[in-house]
């Protein structure tokens, strides 16, 4: 019997907010050090919430973004997501690559750019994750859209959708110097590694 | 006045003339639209995923089920079968794996299936924009029938 994600004790989604404040406070610092100033990050949120609200997250389905997304897989499997308003994906290119490229954030050496951060950022989370939870965690490749936000999160939501009305959200968000970055991070982990994730970090109290 | 009409993610509304009615940021889901021309009504739906595969709860994220819905609201509202007309939009690959395959996508099988499905119900397919990496702001016009399909560089149109 697989679980609900709307069934979820608070005490679960205590512990699951824990996974992500150790994952986000490492993938922080991983950000801070590819910028060489430092960032801050909120109390990360875990969030159930009905799928066919997550788009109107970001300010709105029609927000224009920049998502890295990579696939999860190994012990758990899920989907991860570095989302960044376009603003602030030009202040991140202008803080590592020095300056703009005639393109914006469309230029070649601008995305390339972006997708490594959400690649690196992502890795350092999820690496705090294996090491916290004893679980094998393997990142896919990383995959950038810019577009549309409620384009972009609807499609990582598809295939929850199949099993499940319900989303959990690991939440975060990072603030560079000033507030000049904005970034937006979220893990969405499959319905069945749900349990096995709240298994290895002794938080599952039902079946 | 003209008032717009806003559909939600597995969702549907239907509206007659002169509203219009939009959805916003159509990624692999696919926009359905049906339109009555003679009486200028029609109906737009948001959907996430092909066929509804638990009978037990009929959901307006599965295609079928939406179109179906749909079109039963529409027929009630006066409108026939054969006087109906469908475009499609949407369905795309947001994110390009290099292991991926395009037909395997989700946005693709989408497609797929409600061509399929509207193929059975014998509703007329007129136009469709459909496939690419881009996501689709569609807005239909109820005066006209007409499908505004906007996107983030990849132009506006109408089909």
Same mark, same amino acid.
């Given at each position: 019997?697989?679980?609900?994600?709307?069934?979820?004790? &608070?005490?679960?989604?205590?512990?699951?907010?824990?996974?992500?404040?150790?994952?986000?406070?490492? #993938? #922080?610092?991983?950000?801070?050090?590819?910028?060489?100033?430092?960032?801050?990050?909120?109390?990360?949120?875990?969030?159930?919430?009905?799928l066919t609200?997550?788009?109107?997250?970001?300010?709105?389905?029609?927000?224009?973004?920049? $998502?890295?997304?990579?696939?999860?897989?190994?012990?758990?499997?899920?989907?991860?997501?570095?989302?960044?308003?376009?603003?602030?994906?030009?202040?991140?290119?202008?803080?590592?690559?020095?300056?703009?490229?005639?393109? $914006?954030?469309?230029?070649?050496?601008?995305?390339?750019?972006?997708?490594?951060?959400?690649?690196?950022?992502?890795?350092?989370?999820?690496?705090?994750?294996?090491?916290?939870? $004893?679980?094998?965690?393997?990142?896919?490749?990383?995959?950038?859209?810019?577009?549309?936000?409620?384009?972009?999160?609807s499609?990582?939501l598809i295939e929850l959708s199949e099993v499940s009305d319900?989303?959990?959200?690991?939440?975060?968000?990072?603030? $560079?110097?000033?507030?000049?970055? &904005?970034?937006?991070?979220?893990?969405?982990?499959?319905?069945?590694?749900?349990?096995? *994730?709240?298994?290895?970090?002794?938080?599952?109290?039902?079946? | 006045?003209?008032?717009?009409?806003?559909v939600g993610m597995a969702d549907y509304?239907?509206?007659?003339?002169?509203?219009?009615?939009?959805?916003?940021?159509l990624?692999s889901c696919v926009g359905i639209?049906?339109?009555?021309?003679?009486?200028?009504?029609?109906g737009m739906a948001h959907i996430m995923l092909p066929k509804n595969t638990n009978p037990e709860k009929r959901s307006l994220k599965f295609a079928d089920v939406a179109i179906e819905e749909m079109i039963e609201? *529409?027929?009630?509202?006066?409108?026939?079968? %054969?006087?109906?007309?469908?475009?499609i #939009?949407g369905g795309?690959?947001?994110?390009?794996? %290099? %292991?991926?395959?395009?037909?395997?996508?989700i946005g693709?099988r989408n497609a797929v299936a409600v061509k399929q499905i509207l193929?059975e119900l014998?509703?007329?397919?007129?136009?469709? &924009?459909?496939?690419?990496?881009?996501?689709?702001?569609?807005?239909? &016009?109820?005066?006209?029938?007409?499908?505004?399909?906007?996107?983030?560089?990849?132009?506006?149109?109408?089909?």
């Amino acid at each position: 019997m697989s679980m609900k994600i709307e069934a979820l004790t &608070d005490s679960e989604l205590d512990a699951l907010k824990e996974v992500g404040n150790i994952g986000a406070g490492n #993938a #922080a610092t991983a950000l801070s050090q590819i910028l060489s100033k430092r960032v801050d990050m909120t109390v990360p949120r875990a969030r159930v919430l009905e799928l066919t609200k997550v788009p109107e997250l970001l300010g709105g389905e029609e927000n224009l973004v920049i $998502g890295v997304y990579l696939r999860i897989f190994g012990d758990i499997q899920g989907n991860i997501m570095f989302l960044l308003p376009v603003n602030s994906a030009e202040t991140l290119v202008e803080m590592l690559l020095g300056a703009a490229e005639e393109e $914006g954030v469309l230029g070649e050496i601008s995305q390339s750019a972006i997708t490594e951060v959400g690649n690196i950022i992502t890795s350092s989370y999820l690496n705090a994750l294996s090491a916290f939870s $004893g679980l094998t965690v393997v990142p896919s490749t990383p995959s950038l859209a810019y577009d549309m936000a409620g384009a972009i999160l609807s499609t990582i939501l598809i295939e929850l959708s199949e099993v499940s009305d319900y989303a959990l959200l690991i939440e975060t968000e990072f603030m $560079g110097d000033g507030k000049t970055i &904005d970034g937006n991070f979220f893990m969405l982990p499959d319905l069945d590694s749900l349990n096995v *994730l709240l298994k290895s970090i002794g938080a599952k109290k039902h079946d | 006045m003209t008032d717009t009409i806003k559909v939600g993610m597995a969702d549907y509304k239907v509206g007659e003339n002169p509203s219009k009615i939009i959805t916003l940021g159509l990624g692999s889901c696919v926009g359905i639209t049906i339109y009555d021309k003679g009486k200028k009504i029609g109906g737009m739906a948001h959907i996430m995923l092909p066929k509804n595969t638990n009978p037990e709860k009929r959901s307006l994220k599965f295609a079928d089920v939406a179109i179906e819905e749909m079109i039963e609201e *529409l027929l009630k509202k006066g409108s026939r079968l %054969s006087g109906l007309e469908a475009k499609i #939009a949407g369905g795309s690959q947001m994110f390009a794996f %290099s %292991s991926s395959d395009e037909k395997k996508s989700i946005g693709y099988r989408n497609a797929v299936a409600v061509k399929q499905i509207l193929k059975e119900l014998k509703i007329n397919l007129i136009a469709e &924009d459909t496939g690419g990496k881009f996501g689709r702001t569609i807005e239909l &016009d109820l005066s006209t029938g007409e499908l505004k399909i906007k996107t983030i560089g990849h132009g506006e149109k109408y089909i």
